[in-house]
T-cell receptor, first 115, second 114 residues
Framework: SAVISQKPSRDICQRGTSLTIQCQVD?????MFWYRQQPGQSLTLIAT?????????ESGFVIDKFPISRPNLTFSTLTVSNMSPEDSSIYLC????????????FGPGTRLTVL | GENVEQHPSTLSVQEGDSAVIKCTYS??????FPWYKQELGKRPQLIID?????GEKKDQRIAVTLNKTAKHFSLHITETQPEDSAVYFC?????????????FGKGTTLSVSS
């Protein structure tokens, strides 16, 4: 599996501010995704991070609230904009290593608390 | 879009017993079904998966079965041990543009008591 890191691992933020979360992989991967896991809940797909083009968002998630970048095959960022307490959650990136593979591996997550 | 239902939400077993977790999916186009184990405070870990052209897959004490006609798949853990205690999530591929994004069930909290 790929070695996946996320920064920051956790943060406490004030409402109305924005936070950018970074996801770094130790080798090139074909697919990168961003998920949200609210306390005690399952994982919800936010978007697919597309290299060199706009991310593909799932229903209920919009680019203005969760802008995503993926400048290359090893790195992606997710920004949580204009935060409210309802955004308090764990945000995880995941990757699929190669074409033809479905196996998806998760980063360690970023625990966000919004006051 | 895809919808994944998972049952039960909690499961308590005695060490050495078997545990079975069941999931159903809605999109007949889904073709990949992984299972993840998530320990408290940790990331989800892929433990086993199955593709739609296979009916059963086994890896030591864990196995997964798939019934494409009925659109359901199950995780079987035999000879459970206390370290099997965790939250288990099933998932299915989403037929979105990427084709590999996953839609997750709500999870099953498995408790194995010694």
């Amino acid at each position: 599996s790929a070695v996946i890191s996320q920064k920051p691992s956790r943060d406490i933020c004030q409402r109305g501010t924005s936070l950018t979360i970074q996801c770094q992989v130790d080798s090139q991967v074909t697919m990168m995704f961003w998920y949200r896991q609210q306390p005690g809940q399952s994982l919800t797909l936010i978007a697919t991070a597309n290299q060199g083009s706009e991310a593909t968002y799932e229903s209920g998630f919009v680019i203005d609230k969760f802008p995503i970048s993926r400048p290359n095959l090893t790195f992606s960022t997710l920004t949580v904009s204009n935060m409210s307490p309802e955004d308090s959650s764990i945000y995880l990136c995941s990757v699929v290593r190669s074409l033809g593979s479905n196996e998806q591996f998760f980063g360690p997550g970023t625990r966000l608390t919004v006051l | 879009g895809e919808n994944v239902e998972q049952h039960p939400s909690t499961l308590s077993v005695q060490e050495g017993d078997s545990a079975v977790i069941k999931c159903t999916y809605s999109d007949s186009a889904s073709n990949y079904f992984p299972w993840y184990k998530q320990e408290l405070g940790k990331r989800p870990q892929l433990i086993i998966d199955i593709r739609s052209n296979v009916g059963e897959k086994k890896d030591q004490r864990i196995a997964v079965t798939l019934n494409k006609t009925a659109k359901h798949f199950s995780l079987h853990i035999t000879e459970t041990q206390p370290e099997d205690s965790a939250v288990y999530f099933c998932a299915a591929t989403s037929a979105n543009q990427a084709g590999t994004a996953l839609i997750f069930g709500k999870g099953t909290t498995l408790s194995v008591s010694s």
